[in-house]
C-alpha cells in the first residue's frame, strides 16, 4: 500500500504562485510515475501533470505555467504552479501509478491523495 499525502495549497491572487508538494511512501518510489490532477465541483478530474524518472507531460491548459518535478530521495513531487488564473481554482489531487507509466488517465493510476484547495482570486 502507497501512502500518498498533498499539502501546500491555499489562496492567491491572480497572477501569483503556489507550490504543492506530494509526498509518497515506499521504497520503490523512483519507479513511480506521479500525476497531478485538478477537479471542480460538477467537473471531472482533469489531468494537470505528470512525471516519470525522466519524462515530463502537461495539459495545455497548464503548459509553460507549471512545472512538475521530483526529489527521488525524499519521495516527493511537486508542482511549481506560476502565472495563476482563477479558471485554476480546484482541488489537486496527486497520484501515485507504481507500473511507471506516464499518463493522462486517472484511472491508470492507482494510489490518490485526499486532495488539497487551490483558491486563485481576481
Known amino acids: 500500500q502507497v501512502q500518498v499525502v498533498e499539502s501546500g495549497g491555499g489562496l492567491v491572487q491572480a497572477g501569483g504562485s503556489l507550490r504543492l508538494s506530494c509526498a509518497a511512501s515506499g521504497r520503490a518510489f523512483t519507479t513511480y510515475a506521479m500525476g497531478w490532477f485538478r477537479r471542480v465541483p460538477g467537473k471531472e478530474r482533469e489531468f494537470v501533470a505528470a512525471?516519470?524518472?525522466?519524462?515530463?507531460y502537461y495539459a495545455d491548459s497548464v503548459k509553460g505555467r507549471f512545472t512538475i518535478s521530483r526529489h527521488n530521495a525524499k519521495n516527493t513531487v511537486y508542482l511549481q504552479m506560476d502565472s495563476l488564473k482563477p479558471e485554476d481554482t480546484a482541488v489537486y489531487y496527486c497520484?501515485?501509478?507504481?507500473?511507471?507509466?506516464?499518463?493522462?488517465?486517472?484511472?491508470?493510476?492507482?494510489?490518490w491523495g485526499q486532495g488539497t484547495q487551490v483558491t486563485v482570486s481576481s
Open positions: 497520484a501515485a501509478d507504481p507500473d511507471g507509466r506516464l499518463a493522462a488517465n486517472p484511472s491508470d493510476y492507482v494510489y
Open positions: 512525471i516519470t524518472w525522466t519524462t515530463t
